[in-house]
């Protein structure tokens, strides 16, 4: 396995994502900086990757001593000057092509000549990112999966910009903390989202026509086609307004009718109905 050229990861954004993009590059031994716009934000990060990491000491596969010294490869920032050396920035903000389009652009002005940006977007072309840097031959997608420190997929999308020698070294990084890289075409929704976020649409389609409750929808998918979550679960879990962001970005991008958004879906963002991190989407959570 080729070991990657990458020492010094920056991590743009400590929620969900952002917080077990962290973790993994921590746990196998790189040194992290996790930036947010708060301190408050960055700490709610820290917690999570703390929890998260005493769950595997509970389940014996990790010890006190290794997560010491994971944490101990963690740093925090508020702002993105604090990247300034790192090898590799690891954008994971919200899923809004002009947020993301304006930390490219600012990275882009304070990294070092040869440090590599890549995005955890879902769904967004890696080429416009591209195209909003002087540097689009080193940005990359690294598209990861929830939860980040259990699933092993990680989708590498290639811009049409983007070089060989930086496919190379993000791969062996997404080798080194082990994950499984796929390369992917740069695409509307790429691969899995391409195919997920599709099933997981028709499914609010059934829950609004009434053909069935969520909880019988779920069922049927989980005893039917032995999925380990429902579609409506996990729609839940990845946000539904993450879920209509792709689902849009399919539509829009391929101006094909059978991506339109389910008007439940919409109609439940207009609530504030987010799914677990609002305690409310398809099911309610504490």
Known sequence: MTISSIRKVGVVGSGTMGSGITQACAVTGLDVIMMDVGEAQVQRGLATISGSLDRLIKREKMTDAQKAETLGHIGTATSLDALAGCDLVIEAASENVDVKLKVFADLDAILGPDAIIASNTSSIS????????????????????NPVPVMALVELICGLQTSAHTYAT???????????????????????????????????????????????????MKLGCNHPIGPLALCDLIGLDVELAVMQVLYEGTK???????????????????????????????
């Open 256 to 286: 094909d009718p059978k991506y339109r958004p389910a008007p439940l879906l919409v109609e439940m963002l207009e609530a504030g109905y987010l799914g677990r991190k609002s305690g409310k989407g398809f099911f309610e959570y504490k």
């Open 126 to 145: 890696i080429t416009r990112l591209a195209a909003g840097t002087k540097r689009s031959e080193q940005v990359i997608g690294m598209h990861f999966f």
């Open 170 to 220: 993000v791969d062996a990084l997404a080798k080194q903390i082990g994950k499984t890289p796929v390369k992917v075409k740069n695409s509307p929704g790429f691969v899995v989202n391409r195919m997920l976020c599709p099933m997981i649409n028709e499914a609010v389609f059934t829950l609004g026509e009434g053909l069935a409750t969520a909880e019988e929808i779920d069922e049927a």
